[in-house]
């Protein structure tokens, strides 16, 4: 449980980080919270030769409002999203999502960039970044550029991020009117990790009709996804219980479970059905 040893760098802001990078490239690995690098370097599952330290880089830890769109720094701790007034107003599914992180020892350490970045396919950000529409904004020494949520997770524990990018910005846009949100999960006991874990954006007209939805759902496959078949189902009909059991049931259409010591395809598959049903459930009761 001991690392090997490498060099430690903590510069003062992201052009010092970035030069880092640029000048150690696939020998050093970045460190945010260090939830999932340092457990990984114990275990020498990653042996970098150099460690950036982003702690240092305060630039990029704020939470501010940007017209219609909601500003998130990629340092911005767990527990800062979860208590930010902003997103509780405006955009509360981002801090119901960080409020069901880990345990409050994460939460307090942990990182929304860092756990983006990551990619592991247990995060329960990813469900709610897909949900929301979000972009995601990249900085490298070459320049800068936005990537959508659905293109930014490509597969286990691998993201559209490019050698020596460094993500460093998450934009969502604040809900409208008449819109309810939800994240919901099935959590491993002992680490937190969504075994199943939902995220809904639901906008209905005065009558109930569905008119726009967005389900992310994480922890069932290889990465998280949008479960565009439920979306398909309950968008223009009335969101009753009907249409929810109904519409819930294609949660995992055309996607391929995973299946390991904590749980069978079959089961993911079958949570994956009852909290789509519960999540959309509960935004409608939000709207």
Not at 6 to 17: G, I, K, T, V
Not at 42 to 62: F, N
Not at 161 to 182: F, H, N, S, W
Request: net charge negative; hydrophobic share 45%.
């Amino acid at each position: 449980m001991i690392p090997t040893a490498f060099e430690y760098f903590r510069p003062a802001n992201l052009s010092e980080a970035l030069a880092l990078l640029e000048q150690y490239k696939d020998e050093a690995k970045l460190l945010a919270g260090g939830h999932s690098l340092i457990p990984l370097m114990k275990l020498r599952l990653a042996q970098p030769q150099y460690v950036i330290d982003l702690g240092g880089v305060k630039e990029l830890s704020y939470i501010r409002e940007s017209g219609d769109h909601l500003l998130i720094g990629a340092m911005t701790r767990h527990v800062d999203v979860e208590t930010s007034d902003v997103l509780r107003q405006r955009c509360p599914l981002l801090a119901e999502t960080a409020r069901r992180i880990g345990d409050v020892q994460v939460r307090n350490m942990g990182t929304i960039g860092g756990s983006l970045a990551h990619a592991d396919p247990a995060a329960d950000y990813p469900a709610a970044i897909l949900a929301l529409g979000a972009e995601l904004r990249a900085v490298s020494t070459r320049g800068e550029r936005w990537i959508r949520a659905e293109d930014f997770f490509v597969d286990m524990l691998t993201t559209a991020l490019q050698p020596g990018e460094i993500l460093v910005e998450v934009k969502v846009p604040t809900l409208g009117p008449r819109t309810g949100t939800a994240y919901v999960k099935v959590a491993q006991k002992a680490s937190g990790f969504a075994l199943c874990g939902v995220a809904v954006v639901l906008t209905v007209d005065p009558n109930g009709v569905c008119q726009d939805v967005a389900v992310g759902i994480t922890g069932v496959a290889p990465k998280a996804y949008r479960a565009r078949a439920v979306e398909d189902a309950l968008r223009g009909r009335v969101v009753d219980a009907s249409a929810i059991a109904n519409a819930s049931e294609k949660a995992t259409e055309g996607i391929d479970p995973l299946e390991d010591l904590h749980a069978s395809a079959e089961y993911r598959a079958h949570l994956a059905r009852v909290w789509c049903r519960r999540a959309i459930e509960q935004a409608r009761e939000r709207v």
